[in-house]
């Protein structure tokens, strides 16, 4: 019998990416995947820290698997990701029974530092060396790729996929923790993610997502005086067969250049969805979070996107009661929010990350209170702008590819023979429908009916006439199964 895996990630897309490529490493030791970590072998939990709830969460599931340790010394607990750079010597003391501390940078190294917790019986970390201590080449060398080890069952759908451009970033908001615990920005040579996206399309991957933490800053220089900016790169990629959606996220919004909205807009593989976090209205409070931008430059940028690319559909995220907000700039950020009319906002209560600028120059001194009751005032805002936005397309007909059974209304509907299915149209709107579940990773038409802040409600018009299938035949039903418990419960923490 092989060994059994659990593993719990939370945290944004990058983890989301590095645990399907943990797991790619560690099928090829021989281990499955289960459900409950008592179960397991080897338990892992892939953490982030850019808040200090995500922290909690792990600490509080750590606690719980003391006394199993107690009474299973032989199962590994790991400890990986963002958290497990930042603090090895506060998780050694909070959870002494945790044997693997091993930090983003490091991941590919987690076979070998099993096989040394199996050889001596004692703990391994493996960190990547922070910004401080070393030179940047160094701290580069740690960041190294393997994100060829793909393992299609580990994401939701076969035919959708994360595809890094770049590690880390060098962005250095104040409040943010992500330039300490990923290192600094590289970018990864074109031909390789090419390579990895001409793979992944061979393996039936039908819609890709570019992904870094500011992915439009992505530009590799080759050396010669040539370099490869976002905008060539989605150029490269729109050219391999399979492939029928590219998209890409985050955005800073400084760096959304001219060249890039043209390629959006010209390339029909391109989604027509941006996703540029705001994170505030105000310009005292963008300036204190060191943004680099101000709300005007900001609202420029928006009209820009909206010019240039017909049909845009633009989400943010903004974070609430930040050092020295005010109720004043506050209302700057719901001005904001009201007319910007994005497609969607994530919203994120201030959260003092130690070792960031900002918890080192202002203190924290929104009341927890005033901070929830901002981003549930600032919420409201948005979903009344998201219903307004989502009515508009009742009546129009769009093209949705399937992702896979509506998770808030379950299987078959009271009046339908058929369980009702959830897609994304390319501005990344969601739309529920009914129709057989032979559609998912399908290209259908769907006529809009209805709308909600939060999805489309739809009919079936007309699935798509040039499908070829895509879907694992063999082992399907057993590699969705695994997706499903493996899964990863939090996209967004
Ligand atoms: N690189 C991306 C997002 C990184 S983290 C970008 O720059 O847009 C995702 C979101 O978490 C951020 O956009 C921000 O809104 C939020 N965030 C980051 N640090 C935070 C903190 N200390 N407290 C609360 N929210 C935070
Ligand atoms: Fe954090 Fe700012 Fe970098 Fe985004 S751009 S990861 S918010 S430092
Ligand atoms: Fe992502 Fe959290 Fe790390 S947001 S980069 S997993 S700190």
Known sequence: MGRKLFLETVG????????????????????????????????????????????????SALGTLRRHKQKRPKTIIGVIGCMAQKDQELIRKRAPHVDLICGPGQLARIPELLGEIERTGSPQIAVSLGRAEASRPEVTESFESYDPLREPSMRPNAFQAYVRTQFGCD????????????????????????????????????????????????????????????????????????????????????????????????????????????????????KRMKRLYTVEYYRDMLARCRERIPGVAISSDFIVGFCGETEASFQRTCDLVAEAGFKNSFIFKYSPRPGTKADELYPDDVPEEVKRRRNNDLLAIQNRVSLREHRTWIGRTVEVLVEGPSKKFGHASDSSEFPQLTGRTDTDH???????????GRFVQLRIVDASAFTLFGEVSEPDPHHRSVLPQENGEESRTEARSARIPLPLV
């Open 12 to 59: 944004c897309q990058m983890n989301v990416l590095d645990s399907e490529l943990v797991v790619g490493s560690l099928r090829r030791l021989g281990y499955q995947i289960v459900d409950d970590p008592r179960d397991a072998d080897l338990i892992l939990f892939n953490t982030c820290s850019v808040r200090q709830h995500a922290e909690d969460k792990i600490y």
């Open 171 to 286: 962005k250095f908001c104040t409040y943010c923790i992500v330039p300490s615990v990923r290192g600094p920005e590289q970018c990864r040579h074109p031909q390789h993610i090419l390579a990895e996206v001409r793979q992944l399309a061979d393996q039936g991957c039908l819609e890709i997502t570019l992904v870094g933490q500011t992915v439009n800053s992505y530009c590799f220089d080759h050396g010669d005086g040539r370099t490869t900016r976002l905008s060539d790169l989605l150029n490269l990629l729109h050219d391999v067969p399979g492939i029928r959606r590219i998209k890409f996220v985050t955005n800073f919004p400084r760096d959304m250049t001219d060249d890039l909205l043209d390629a959006v807009a010209d390339l029909p593989k391109v989604c027509r969805y941006l996703h540029v976090p705001a994170q505030s209205g105000c310009n005292e409070v963008l």
């Open 430 to 440: 969601i739309a529920v429908f009914d129709g057989p579940l032979s559609l998912i």
